[in-house]
């Protein structure tokens, strides 16, 4: 089974082709999911963590197959109307070619395009494949608590907030016989009291608190006390992660950061002490 790796236009592409004899003549099909830039990549899941409400994610990839063709004419090559000639099953660099992909989960042509190979830049292999994982990486929606418990707050008491999901996630995608991983490390939260007053960040996730134990044998670094007024708010949780990639081909970068915000209501009262005075 010859396995290629060529570039288009400085994009990468992976080829690992069978012989059209192996699927019953229809051509030989290389699959994976679609890279951005059209290129072919085996993708998988790490840690991930599916949800809702980040602001990174999707859908999950579907089954993309592309096969490759000569070209038919020479006369007007870049028409996409050109009939394609015989299937290849490796490229060379210095020809060019018709990529055809199709997504197979509904028979839908995805793209019919020339490309021209040329010799990969490690760099660029490690970026596209890292590209690629990270568009299946689903960052989740904070999971966000607060204490007093059920959504309660008391004027001068310090309310504890913490989040449950502080675990990094990770993805990666393989061509080639190089893998690239996408690390999303939980940085920070914002949190926003909602009361007007002005947003604040706690460096880590929070400590729960144990409402088992006494409250004089536990501290927190992340609590807000409410003095403006009573009434309902909701809370802004916002969740800062960082986004790395390696490579097994000794390349690494950082792709930056991203953030998923939820909200939970909280009831704030005010205290207030009644003395009766015994009557006469």
Request: proline fraction near 6%; aromatic fraction near 6%; hydrophobic fraction near 40%.
């Amino acid at each position: 089974m010859p396995a290629r790796v060529v570039a288009a236009a400085g994009v990468m592409f992976v080829l690992t082709l069978t012989p059209a004899a192996a699927d019953g003549g229809r051509g030989a099909f290389v699959t994976g999911a679609a890279t951005s830039d059209g290129g072919v990549v085996g993708v998988s899941g790490g840690s991930q963590v599916a949800g809702t409400g980040g602001s990174l994610g999707g859908a999950g990839a579907s089954t993309v197959q592309c096969r490759y063709f000569e070209l038919a004419d020479r006369v007007g090559e870049t028409s996409t109307q050109l009939t394609l000639g015989a299937e290849t099953t490796a490229l060379i660099v210095g020809n060019r070619y018709w990529k055809v992909c199709v997504d197979t989960a509904t028979g839908t042509q995805l793209s019919r395009d020339l490309i021209d190979p040329t010799t990969p830049d490690p760099a660029t292999v490690a970026r596209n494949l890292a590209q690629s994982a990270l568009a299946q990486l689903r960052v989740q929606t904070p999971i966000a608590r607060s204490n007093p418990a059920n959504s309660l707050a008391v004027i001068n008491i310090p309310t504890w907030l913490w989040v449950e999901n502080w675990t990094p996630l990770t993805a990666s995608a393989t061509a080639a016989g190089v893998t690239a991983t996408v690390t999303a490390e939980p940085l920070e939260m914002l949190w926003d009291p909602g009361d007007g007053s002005k947003p604040f960040t706690c460096t880590g996730p929070g400590v729960a608190y144990d409402l088992s134990r006494p409250a004089r044998t536990q501290t927190t670094d992340c609590s807000f006390t409410y003095t403006r007024k009573a009434g309902r708010f909701n809370i802004g949780a916002t969740q800062r992660w960082h986004l790395t990639y390696t490579a097994t081909n000794g390349q690494a970068g950082d792709l930056g950061f991203v953030t998923s915000t939820t909200t939970i209501p909280i009831d704030v009262h005010e205290l207030v002490t009644s003395i009766e005075l015994p009557t006469r």
